[in-house]
């Protein structure tokens, strides 16, 4: 099984560009995850997708919008990248409350 | 609000050595917790959980014990090794979907 995987693994942009971060689990779980990962604050939840056709706001949603394309996949999107986005998005599943979660590799994203 | 608070890195070790990284939350209702791992290039992934006061989990060599009295979770390992070199992070859930990370805890092992 690949598990959680992410594409893609390294993007620059420049601000004001948009981008897709694309995530994708083959463990049939109910619940997918974005964190950005920043240096000193451990890992801060963006968006989370209970189940498929649910999504619901985290910790740090402002500038961000996902889709939960079906159960498998869940994609994050920055309409306009701010360099206060420069981060590492990590993406996670898990099959509900209290289950430990399933990371995948990580989106080093770098905003200019 | 539920935190997390650990011990700030980097721990610097000798192979062989004892370590412990020391975890600490605030939490309402009756949380899980749980050690994650992550190593260089890589996601997290779970080294070990409890889900009620007492438990204790353990993996690898590793063990934490869930300390209600004193909302603890510190992890530790008896004698540790290089490839133990990592980032560790202490996170709990209280029933909800969201999960509380600590900062991460940065180990070097020396040979």
């Known amino acids: 099984n690949a598990g959680v995987t992410q594409t893609p693994k390294f993007q620059v942009l420049k601000t004001g560009q948009s981008m897709t971060l694309q995530c994708a689990q083959d463990m049939n779980h109910n619940s997918m995850y974005w964190y950005r990962q920043d240096p000193g604050m451990g890992l801060r939840l963006i968006y989370y997708s209970a189940s498929e056709g649910t999504t619901d706001k985290g910790e740090v949603p402002n500038g961000y919008n996902v889709s939960r394309l079906n159960k498998r996949e869940f994609s994050l999107r920055l309409e306009s990248a701010a360099p206060s986005q420069t981060s590492v998005y990590f993406c996670?599943?898990?099959?509900?409350?209290?289950?430990?979660?399933?990371f995948g590799p990580g989106t080093r994203l770098l905003v200019l | 609000g539920n935190s997390v608070t650990q011990m700030e890195g980097p721990v610097t070790l000798s192979e062989e050595a004892f370590l412990t990284i020391n975890c600490t939350y605030t939490?309402?209702?009756?949380?899980?917790l749980f050690w994650y791992v992550q190593y260089p290039g890589e996601g997290l992934q779970l080294l070990l959980k409890a889900t009620k006061a007492d438990d204790k989990g353990s993996n690898k060599g590793f063990e934490a014990t869930y300390r209600k009295e004193t909302t603890s979770f510190h992890l530790e390992k008896g004698s540790v090794q290089v490839s133990d070199s990592a980032v560790y992070f202490c996170a709990l859930t209280t029933g909800g979907f969201k999960t509380i990370f600590g900062a991460g805890t940065r180990l070097f092992v020396k040979a």
């Open positions: 939490a309402t209702g009756y949380p899980s």
């Open positions: 996670a599943s898990n099959e509900g409350i209290r289950e430990t979660q399933y």
